[in-house]
């Protein structure tokens, strides 16, 4: 049984560019949530969604968006990156009966802007 | 709002050892309480969570962990560490309501040497 599936496992990009990351979830849950986790830090929220909807959103500027697919599938999409973006981008998923205490988290995307 | 402080940044322990890696919370609501391990290069991995009942939680790989609501503080343990346990550990929070986001502390790096 496959688990949350993120990609690229790498990404390096120019400041001012636009990026986007995939993420696939486990089989079964269909609520996603996304965190950034800079170097020597916490992972900290960035929005979730269910139901192709952002439900709830941290405390991240408008360049930071997101979709949900019909396949429960999610991106996260930053536009105008600046070189504090670098950082590992989580990807989170669960099902929608389980509750905060059900996620199980990808191995995550490391994006270097230069 | 809730915020977590884990009180070490880094704890370096002989094999075989035990060690304690210290966590406080703040909130003005009920909350659930996690230890989240990673690995180098990986994503996160559930220890344990504290949701309600026995303060006392035991976890895999021999972790446990107690809730002390007048302390608020949620200290994980091991009585006796191996090398495989050296990686960074995050303890989180959760306001106790659902669809709810986690909110991590900023980590401990446990250092296990022969």
Do not use: M
């Amino acid at each position: 049984d496959a688990g949350v599936t993120q990609s690229p496992t790498h990404l390096i990009k120019t400041r001012g560019q636009q990026v986007t990351l995939r993420c696939s979830p486990k089989s079964g849950h269909d609520t996603v949530s996304w965190y950034q986790q800079a170097l020597g830090q916490g992972p900290q929220f960035i929005f979730q969604y269910y139901e192709e909807e952002e439900r709830q959103r941290g405390n991240f500027p408008d360049r930071f968006s997101g979709h949900q697919f019909p396949n429960y599938s999610s991106e996260l999409n930053v536009n105008a990156l600046l070189l504090g973006d670098s950082a590992l981008y989580l990807c989170a998923s669960r099902a929608s009966g389980q509750g905060v205490f059900g996620y199980t988290f990808g191995s995550g995307t490391r994006l270097t802007v230069v | 709002a809730q915020s977590v402080t884990q009180l070490d940044s880094q704890v370096p322990v002989f094999e075989e050892a035990p060690v304690e890696l210290r966590c406080n919370y703040s909130s003005s609501v009920s909350v659930y309480l996690f230890w989240y391990v990673q690995y180098p290069n990986q994503g996160l991995q559930l220890l344990l969570k504290y949701l309600s009942g026995s303060t006392l939680v035991k976890g895999i790989n021999g972790f446990e962990a107690e809730f002390n609501k007048s302390q608020t503080s949620f200290h994980l343990r091991k009585p006796s560490v191996h090398i495989s346990d050296t990686a960074e550990y995050f303890c989180a929070v959760s306001p106790n309501q659902a669809g709810t986001a986690l909110i991590f502390g900023k980590g401990t790096t446990l250092s296990v040497s022969s």
